[in-house]
T-cell receptor
Framework: DAGVTQSPTHLIKTRGQHVTLRCSPISGHKSVSWYQQVLGQGPQFIFQYYEKEERGRGNFPDRFSARQFPNYSSELNVNALLLGDSALYLC???????????????FGQGTRLTVV | GENVEQHPSTLSVQEGDSAVIKCTYSDSASNYFPWYKQELGKGPQLIIDIRSNVGEKKDQRIAVTLNKTAKHFSLHITETQPEDSAVYFCALSGGGADGLTFGKGTHLIIQP
């Protein structure tokens, strides 16, 4: 069984550009969450999507947006990139929305974004 | 919002010894407490979790304990092996839609 898959694995962008990161959840999972992990820190919650609707949002600016498709895959978009957006972006897959009973989150390998 | 403190930031133990990592939190509404292991260049891997209606959970060499009154939970690894070397993160959620809140991580080093 395929786990959580993210693409691309690495990406280099210039300040001011736009980036789109992609995630495919575990087969049968309906919830995708996005996290930003800066070097040396724990992951920080950005968004949660369940059944194609946004269910939660962390403390990130409006430059960050996301969506979930009918097949439950998801995209994270970041506009007007800043140097400080350089990080590992992680996608987590859950069978139900986080907070539901007996729901665990499984992470992909991440996309390493470098902004220069 | 929820906050979680994780200690120590670095832990070095001899192979075969035990390792303990502790996390404390402030929000009494927190009810789910997973632990993740992250190896270099990889995403976090769920290794064990516990819910607020349970005080202890064990899976082979790994165990987690939860003290709801004192608001802390701990990861215990016994008979440590070289492959246990990694960064370990505690996390929690309160049942809402705000995802998981993570600690800052513990770099566990197993000395041969």
């Amino acid at each position: 069984d395929a786990g959580v898959t993210q693409s691309p694995t690495h990406l280099i962008k210039t300040r001011g550009q736009h980036v789109t990161l992609r995630c495919s959840p575990i087969s049968g999972h309906k919830s995708v969450s996005w996290y930003q992990q800066v070097l040396g820190q724990g992951p920080q919650f950005i968004f949660q999507y369940y059944e194609k609707e946004e269910r939660g949002r962390g403390n990130f600016p409006d430059r960050f947006s996301a969506r979930q498709f009918p097949n439950y895959s998801s995209e994270l978009n970041v506009n007007a990139l800043l140097l400080g957006d350089s990080a590992l972006y992680l996608c987590a897959s859950s069978s139900q929305a986080l907070g539901a009973l007996n729901t665990e989150a499984f992470f992909g390998q991440g996309t390493r974004l470098t902004v220069v | 919002g929820e906050n979680v403190e994780q200690h120590p930031s670095t832990l070095s133990v001899q192979e075969g010894d035990s390792a303990v990592i502790k996390c404390t939190y402030s929000d009494s509404a927190s009810n789910y407490f997973p632990w993740y292991k992250q190896e270099l260049g990889k995403g976090p891997q769920l290794i064990i979790d516990i819910r607020s209606n349970v005080g202890e959970k064990k899976d082979q060499r790994i165990a987690v304990t939860l003290n709801k009154t004192a608001k802390h939970f701990s990861l215990h690894i016994t008979e440590t092996q070289p492959e246990d070397s990694a960064v370990y993160f505690c996390a929690l959620s309160g049942g809402g839609a705000d995802g998981l809140t993570f600690g800052k991580g513990t770099h566990l080093i197993i000395q041969p």
